[in-house]
């Protein structure tokens, strides 16, 4: 596998964003939650908070940018040549478990290569621009998704570290090629568990059946959101066929049953075998059906929303919706789903505990928008 990819870094602008960017919008009715648009990005995909409460925000076309904790002033931290046709570009945004030392970011993003497209994970170190501001250098891609393969769709690509900071967790969607998260010597289709170089981490649980060194979990579709919880649970939301979006609980050496079964059907209407205990799959803990087309994952720490403490958030793409999931130690259950008038790509918790989403924006401007207490 080829790992070529073009970095072009150090384009740095200020921007002061036009007035009408931070406004409080009215509260609708039913939600337990004040909105306010803090700043509005290009098709953004995810966003991570710094130590300091300013924000890194990735935009699909492959701008890495860095936002001021009020949302009024940003600059361009790095501007990555990636392949954003589709659902591929610039994805995956997190810190390093050392950022406050090391100054670490990792991030993911699609390319194109031999034999096709493929998500990459990569790396680079925050650091002073010269010239007052900051930028992303010592780039280095990590890891690419074997085998690269035709299209544009199921890239997935979300990073999480595991709670000691050791190992990295890298998803990989198996490309709209339905087979390949059954196929033991590919990445796509699974839960990957790296070390912080992006190798195959050591004792992953299914070496001695002949799966790829770095497979962790397998059976996976496209795999949007991942998140431990505080007691060490890896949660995983994937984005199924029709009527078959997933919440799942990751465990090593698990197959979670795509494409030979799922609560859902194919879109062209033909079945697909429901989750049936024996049957040899992990099944999810919670599928929609009508489908929220879950974008991130988050799960929630905080104190300004007590009553929620511990529960997972997605966003919901095609039901432009905020969704809640009731998390009780390794059991989960549907809880709210709030209408937010958009896609929904990403959820992040703030510094001070306030719920933070992204809108996806389509091919256009996505909102950034702060949830607080009322
Ligand atoms: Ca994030
Ligand atoms: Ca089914």
Redo the contacts with the bound molecule.
Sequence with gaps: MIRKTLFATGLLTTTLLASTACSAQPAAAGKPFKETVVADFDSPW???FLPDKRMLVTEKKGQMLLVSADGKSRQTVATLTVDSAGQGGLM???LAPDFATSQRVYFSYSTAGEGGKGVVLARGRLRPDGGGGQSLGEIEALFSARPFVEGNGHYSGRIAFSPDGKYLFFTNGERQKFTPAQDPKMTLGKVLRLTLDGKPAPGNPLVAKGFAPEIWSYGHRNLLGLAFDAQGNLWEQEMGPKGGDEVNLIKPGLNYGWPNASNGSNYDGTDIPDHKPGDGYEPPKVFWNPVISPG?L?IYSGSMFPQWKGDAFIGGLSSKSLVRVHLTGTNAAKGDQWDMGARIR???QGPDGAIWVLEDGGDSQGRLIKLTAK
């Design positions: 995810a966003m991570t995956d945004v997190v991130g988050m990403e959820v992040e």
